[in-house]
C-alpha cells in the first residue's frame, strides 16, 4: 500500500500532546524517503514508455498514463507527509528555547537528531543577535508580571551567584527573594521553585494559622515544580 509508513509518523503526531517531542523516527523517516525514491523512477520509466510508444504525454489515457499518476499523486503526498512531520517538530523544538533555554536537558537532546541540533542552536543565535540589537531579553517574563521580585527556594546546591551586585549563596532549601530577570534561569532549568508568597516564618517563632497558608503552597511547588499563583 503506498504512503503507509508515511501515515504513520503522522499517526506518531497526532497520538502525542502539541508541546510533547518524541525521538525522531529515523527508520521510518528513511523508508518514506527509499518510497519516494521509488516513485520518482517508475513516474520517469512510465514517462519514457509514453514517448517511445510515440504518444502525447499531455492527451494520452492509457495504463501507462494512470500508473503515471498514481505514482505522481503518491511522491506529492509522501513529501507532504514529510514535511508535516518534520515542521511539527520545529514547532516544538523552538518553543524549548523559550521555556528551557539554550541549554537542553539531556532527555530532550537524545530524542533529536543531528539537523534538529543544529538548527534548535541556529535559532538561538538567531534570537540571541536580535536581542542583543534591541537590548531586551523577550524570553523574560512572557505574561507581564505583577511584581518584579520573586520569592524562591532552591532545590539543590547550585553555590555562591552573582545576582545583581551582589554574591547570593544558593544552597538546597534556602529561600531567597530575587529579581525574576535573575531567577529565570535557575527556573527554566528546575533548579529552584518560586511563588509570590508572603515571607517564612522566622527559625524558632511560633507557627500561625496564617503562616501554614504561606508555607503549604510552596511546599505544593517544591513537589511539583514552578507554577505562578495569583
Same mark, same amino acid.
Given at each position: 500500500?503506498?504512503?503507509?509508513?508515511?501515515?504513520?509518523?503522522?499517526?506518531?503526531?497526532?497520538?502525542?500532546?502539541?508541546? #510533547?517531542?518524541?525521538? &525522531?523516527?529515523?527508520?521510518?523517516? /528513511?523508508?518514506?524517503?527509499?518510497?519516494? $525514491?521509488?516513485?520518482?523512477?517508475?513516474?520517469?520509466?512510465?514517462?519514457?514508455?509514453?514517448?517511445? $510508444?510515440?504518444?502525447?504525454?499531455?492527451?494520452?489515457?492509457?495504463? $501507462?498514463? &494512470?500508473?503515471?499518476?498514481?505514482?505522481?499523486?503518491?511522491?506529492? +503526498?509522501?513529501?507532504?507527509?514529510? *514535511?508535516?512531520?518534520?515542521?511539527?517538530?520545529?514547532?516544538?523544538? +523552538?518553543?524549548?528555547?523559550?521555556?528551557?533555554?539554550?541549554?537542553?536537558? /539531556?532527555?530532550? #537532546?537524545?530524542?533529536?537528531?543531528?539537523?534538529?541540533? /543544529?538548527?534548535?542552536?541556529?535559532?538561538?543565535?538567531?534570537?540571541?543577535?536580535?536581542?542583543?540589537?534591541?537590548?531586551?531579553?523577550?524570553?523574560?517574563?512572557?505574561?507581564?508580571?505583577?511584581?518584579?521580585?520573586?520569592?524562591?527556594?532552591?532545590?539543590?546546591?547550585?553555590?555562591?551567584?552573582?545576582?545583581? $551586585? #551582589?554574591?547570593?549563596?544558593?544552597?538546597?532549601?534556602?529561600?531567597?527573594?530575587?529579581?525574576?530577570?535573575?531567577?529565570?534561569?535557575?527556573?527554566? #532549568?528546575?533548579?529552584?521553585?518560586?511563588?509570590?508568597?508572603?515571607?517564612?516564618?522566622?527559625?524558632?517563632?511560633?507557627?500561625?494559622?496564617?503562616?501554614?497558608?504561606?508555607? *503549604?503552597?510552596?511546599?505544593?511547588?517544591?513537589?511539583?515544580?514552578?507554577?505562578?499563583?495569583?
Amino acid at each position: 500500500m503506498f504512503c503507509k509508513s508515511a501515515s504513520q509518523l503522522l499517526k506518531e503526531l497526532a497520538y502525542n500532546d502539541n508541546d #510533547q517531542l518524541t525521538p &525522531f523516527n529515523n527508520d521510518i523517516f /528513511e523508508q518514506v524517503f527509499r518510497e519516494c $525514491d521509488e516513485h520518482h523512477l517508475h513516474l520517469q520509466s512510465l514517462m519514457r514508455k509514453i514517448q517511445d $510508444d510515440g504518444l502525447d504525454i499531455q492527451t494520452t489515457r492509457n495504463s $501507462d498514463h &494512470f500508473g503515471a499518476v498514481i505514482h505522481h499523486l503518491s511522491l506529492i +503526498r509522501n513529501k507532504r507527509c514529510l *514535511m508535516a512531520y518534520m515542521y511539527n517538530r520545529a514547532e516544538i523544538i +523552538r518553543s524549548l528555547r523559550w521555556k528551557i533555554g539554550t541549554i537542553l536537558p /539531556e532527555e530532550i #537532546q537524545s530524542k533529536l537528531n543531528y539537523s534538529e541540533e /543544529e538548527y534548535f542552536k541556529n535559532h538561538c543565535a538567531a534570537l540571541e543577535v536580535y536581542m542583543s540589537e534591541i537590548d531586551l531579553d523577550l524570553t523574560v517574563d512572557m505574561i507581564p508580571p505583577k511584581d518584579p521580585s520573586i520569592q524562591v527556594r532552591v532545590r539543590c546546591d547550585i553555590g555562591d551567584v552573582l545576582l545583581g $551586585d #551582589q554574591v547570593a549563596s544558593l544552597t538546597n532549601n534556602s529561600v531567597h527573594l530575587m529579581k525574576r530577570t535573575d531567577a529565570e534561569q535557575f527556573i527554566s #532549568q528546575k533548579q529552584v521553585v518560586g511563588a509570590l508568597l508572603a515571607p517564612l516564618p522566622l527559625e524558632g517563632a511560633k507557627l500561625q494559622k496564617s503562616d501554614l497558608y504561606s508555607v *503549604m503552597p510552596l511546599i505544593y511547588l517544591c513537589k511539583f515544580g514552578f507554577q505562578q499563583l495569583p
